[in-house]
């Protein structure tokens, strides 16, 4: 049983994060006006970036980069698995640190910019993971995930015991997704601002690596967002596809703010809302 | 196996000297008018993850470093547009004491759009053109003959200083 959900994460998390992702530019751009490309571009960005030359800038950057997609593929598994939530946060924060080796260790400023933002990034969004974790346990008194759904189906709804977990989770969902107004490190789009951040040094099948770890994080972190509704799939697929949509529409219509603003309003909003929701748990529940 | 690089040509715009007539112009194939993201087009501004590059303006001799810096950081297989007249032959400022003349006196052009300023449609004629050149170099690649190389090689024989290039 865990085997066969490790197998089918593996292999199905890219295809279904590559169409979400290829879903997502184009309502972009049809919310740019613009007509937008195929729904399978991201697929064959991909295969392009792994057909073209090799350029080594170093020899330590390309083994960084596959740690971090093992790693993130080790993260979802645990997940997917039904593993212990803990190390699903864990397992993902060494991943960022293996990106972050991998944009440091270029003689790039750019890349070096990028890497710094990068952490920063994972310094904004690790209280909430954490939290998440903790949460989870309080409701459910276990930090396995395989329990955590049982119990949610058995009847513990998630989302009306942790609303404001869900609230800090949506939050930092911009950041994971590399989207506006948290896209600081590297955006998503082909956008120009120091050059491409954390990717700046990483090209052909280097970066290959890095696009195909970010479809496997999208999922991970949908699912994540997912277990809040274990006991009602279709309530939460459907919230899943309204919150991406509100994704996209504050990737179109925000602009990039400065990373003070990103550090400091995370986690306001992890401390204001997610915290004393977790509190008011403890106190009351 | 085809050749995925014409679904998904990048490209990376440097304006040599160009009076900005032709460069805004290429932006406004980006623009919804005529969104060459539709041909999985984009504007990446990193010669190292980019496929295309498209050149404005001619060449001077205070910018030759610069354009042969971006080319040889851009990976095989790769082309280069040069686009309009300045950056075909140098245009009005062939003349000008300090010009070189065309793109091609410094690094290889595959395909020259002309115009003064080129026409946006033109520009994107010339892109599309340029893919069937980009695809016959991506078999070439693939059948081993070998345009991969060094890139600390090239940037020696370039005389280009590494660290600028981002070698260690
Ligand atoms: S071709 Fe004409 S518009 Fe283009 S850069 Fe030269 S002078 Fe300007």
Known sequence: ?285 | MMSYITKSPWIIHYDASSCNGCDIEVLACLTPLYDVERFGIINTGNPKHADILLITGSVNEQNKEVVQNIYSQMAEPKIVVAIGICASSGGIFRECYNVMGGVDKVIPVDVYVPGCAARPESIIDGVVKGLAILAERQSALKAGKSMARDVRQTAKAENIDESEVGLQ
């Open chain 1, 1 to 285: 049983m865990n085997l066969t959900w490790i197998v089918l994460f593996l292999i199905l998390a890219p295809f279904v994060g590559g169409l979400i992702c290829g879903l997502d530019r184009i309502v972009t751009a049809r919310m740019q006006r613009r007509v937008g490309p195929p729904i399978l571009q991201p697929f064959f960005d991909i295969i392009k970036l792994f057909q073209k030359e090799r350029l080594r800038i170093n020899g330590i950057q390309g083994f960084c980069v596959l740690s971090y997609l093992v790693l993130i593929l080790v993260t979802g598994a645990i997940f997917f698995s039904g593993g212990d939530l803990l190390l699903v946060v864990f397992a993902l924060m060494l991943a960022h640190v293996f990106l972050v080796l991998a944009g440091e260790t270029a003689n790039s400023s750019y890349s070096h910019i990028g890497a710094q933002r990068e952490l920063l990034q994972v310094m904004s969004v690790e209280p909430m993971l954490i939290l998440y974790a903790v949460a989870f346990y309080i409701v459910s008194g276990s930090f396995t995930v395989a329990t955590i759904i049982e119990h949610g189906i058995l009847g513990i709804s998630y989302i009306w015991l942790l609303p404001g977990v869900f609230l800090g989770i949506a939050y930092i969902f911009t950041i994971k997704l590399r989207k506006s107004p948290f896209d600081l490190s590297t955006s998503h789009h082909g956008h120009q601002e120091l050059v491409k951040g954390i990717t700046t040094e990483m090209s052909g099948p280097t970066l290959g690596m890095y696009e195909i770890a970010h479809l496997y994080e999208v999922i991970i972190i949908l699912g994540m967002i997912g277990i809040f509704f274990a006991g009602n799939p279709l309530l939460g697929l459907c919230v899943l596809v309204l919150l991406y949509f509100l994704e996209v529409f504050v990737d179109c219509s925000t602009a990039r703010v400065k990373w003070q603003l990103m550090v400091q309003s995370s986690w306001l909003v992890i401390g204001l809302i997610a915290f004393v929701n977790i509190l008011a748990l403890s106190v009351f529940g």
